[in-house]
């Protein structure tokens, strides 16, 4: 098993994807002071899982991440893939190729894979426990753990030696049983109690069954003393019930007969019944008769007085009617004699207004022959007016064509002139 292929990309100085190949032996790895050759040593610890800040030389575990240059920008994601041959299967799996991978994001969070597929960090320390590679195993030494191994300091020193002789698992497995055994002995302390507070239910409980149990003692005594008062209050309710049915039976004669004599009464009070509603309804009529017929004598006393008030009112206009038609006669009279004297002025008048019509008629027919000759005559200055105004258009036109003449004239002279 050894380390096959190393893979980092935007893990501390470097920024891009760097790969690098190792073959079985041993590697080198050479260049000048802060080129980063201790980057790749916390790249090898950290994608094996580790969690302490300080182990890999940052304050906080985002600084891992490429922070940038002045030529170039911040990076978002660190990640680191190690591949490890197991040809010779020493890390419990089944893959030759083990390819583990961590990724660490700038938002805080990360992941871890196990040949690209998700897995726990605990998964990848159960792969790698008791192989000896590990985050804080002897496999990764770096000058500091050199001084300690150097140093007096046993404990250091020991779990290096633990590490390499395979008991780490022994000692978390140890851890573990014992964190369990102390998880026991908590729940039986707790059971204890448990036990204890179901004790005092039981007794509580045992205590209820004795009361129950007197309790059901106490209801059959009282049930067979029910059942014995019942039998002697039954024997003296019979000797009380003989004589009351001795006079049961004859109160039940007398009630026959009584039934039958109610039944008569009965019928008879049914006739008298009949009678009595037959006799309301007609009481009931009668009051609505009663009713409609005090109904027509108001609305009759309403009339009568209306009536009287009209008789008395005809009375004085018939006087009224007497004097207009008495004054009437004498108008008529004076205006007969009227009439007499207009007949007279109407015949005089009759005769004026012959002699004016026919006078009228000459003077009509005369002013109808006038207006004749007047029609006749606007005909002829119409006619003339039309005339009039055709010879003055072809005036005008003699007149333009003079005009352009004389414009030709004046031009025909300018020409001769100048020639
Ligand atoms: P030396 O031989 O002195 O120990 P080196 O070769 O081991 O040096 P490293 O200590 O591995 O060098 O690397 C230190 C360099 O890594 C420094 O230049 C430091 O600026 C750089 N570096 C450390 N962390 C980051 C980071 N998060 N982002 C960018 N560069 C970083």
Known sequence: MYLSKLKIMGFKSFATKTQMDFNPGMSCIIGPNGSGK???????????????????????????????????????MAEVSMTIDNTNNILKTEYRQVVITRRLYKSGESQYLLNNTPVRLKDI??????????????????????ESILSENRAERRLLFEEAAGVVKYKIRRKSALRKLEATRTDLTRLEDIIGEIQKTVNSLSRQVGKARR???????????????????YNRLLEEIRPLKLQLEEVSKVKEASHSQITIDEALLEDYKRELIRREQELQELNI??????????????????????????????????????DLKQKIKIMLENLEEFKQEYDALSEQKEAVESRYNKVEAERRSELEKLQDEK????????????????????????????????FNSEQLKSL
């Open 38 to 76: 201790s980057n790749i040593v916390d790249a090898i610890r950290w994608v094996l899982g580790e969690q302490r800040t300080t182990a890999l030389r940052s304050d906080k575990m985002e600084n891992v991440i490429f922070n940038g240059t002045r030529q170039r920008k911040p990076t978002g």
């Open 125 to 146: 320390i159960d792969i790698l426990m008791d192989s000896g590679l590990g985050a804080n195993s002897y496999s990764i030494i770096e000058l500091k753990m050199v």
């Open 215 to 233: 309790y059901l003692a106490y209801t059959e005594e009282l049930k067979n003393t029910d059942v014995e008062l019942s039998r002697f209050r």
């Open 289 to 326: 008769k009663l009713q409609e017929i005090d109904t027509r004598i108001a609305e009759l006393n309403k009339d009568q007085a209306v009536s009287e008030t009209k008789t008395e009112e005809m009375g004085k206009n018939r006087q009224r009617f007497l004097q207009d038609i008495s």
């Open 379 to 410: 005909k002829e200055i119409d006619r003339l007016n039309q005339t009039f105004r055709n010879q003055l258009n072809a005036l005008s036109s003699q007149k333009e064509e003079f005009r352009q003449k004389k414009y030709q004239l004046e």
